[in-house]
């Protein structure tokens, strides 16, 4: 089954504790991007994979870093998490064609205190 | 970049067919028009995507205007399921980075 499996789907943390949201997808793709979720903002993208070794920054990167050294895993770490980091994050995937769908996690309930 | 604009919101009453519209007068001749939605507490999930021509599958239907600048989502008979945010992407030839959402439309469907 075609998956993009977020880790952990749930916490709450405190300021200044560094964290990693793990993101894995099974289907090969090369494509990968990390968005967070706040009411009324929509999805904006914090970071994006075009495969192994290339990252580059969204709308939204302060704060945040990724790496992409496997093409099936794209981690999200925040270093210093501050309270405005609170959010809902999604994962997602996709592979190279232009007309292929791009496949969500189930995303990720992050609270900073 | 090719951008889209969609209405902050709509309404629709149970049973009844939605029209959803999205406008995208940049759009370059290879750009594909995608549409996502998202259900309350889920991630996005694919709904239908054409390039000229309509499109339909099991879900929806997809309206491309001739001169493709905009297009419209429509779901034919609007359940209590339906009410989401809908969101319509360009996937352009040019950049790769296609996988950036707008704020979307959110649909609530009235019994």
């Known amino acids: 089954e075609a998956q993009v499996t977020q880790n952990p789907r749930y916490l709450i943390t405190v300021t200044g504790k560094k964290l990693t949201v793990t993101c894995s997808q099974n289907m090969n793709h090369e494509y990968m991007s990390w968005y967070r979720q706040d009411p009324g903002l929509g999805l904006r993208q914090i970071y994006y994979?075009?495969?192994?070794?290339?990252?580059d920054k969204g709308d939204v990167p302060e704060g945040y870093k990724v790496s992409r050294k496997e093409k099936r895993n794209f981690p999200l770490i925040l270093e210093s998490p501050s309270p405005n980091q609170t959010s809902l994050y999604f994962c997602a995937s996709r592979s190279g064609s232009r007309g292929n769908t791009i496949y969500f996690g189930e995303g990720s309930w992050l609270t900073v205190v | 970049d090719a951008k889209t604009t969609q209405p902050n919101s709509m309404e629709s009453n149970e049973e009844e067919p939605v029209h959803l519209p999205c406008n995208h007068s940049t759009i370059s001749g290879t750009d594909y028009i995608h549409w996502y939605r998202q259900l309350p507490s889920q991630g996005p999930e694919y709904v239908i995507h054409?390039?000229?021509s309509n499109v339909n599958n099991r879900m929806a239907s997809l309206a491309i205007a001739e001169d493709r600048k905009s297009s419209t989502l429509i779901l034919h008979r609007a359940t209590l399921r339906d009410a989401a945010v809908y969101y319509c992407?360009?996937?352009?030839?040019?950049?790769?980075?296609?996988?950036?959402f707008g704020a979307g439309t959110r649909l609530t469907v009235k019994p």
């Open positions: 992407i360009l996937r352009t030839a040019y950049n790769n980075n296609d996988m950036r």
């Open positions: 994979s075009m495969n192994v070794e290339v990252t």
């Open positions: 054409g390039l000229t």
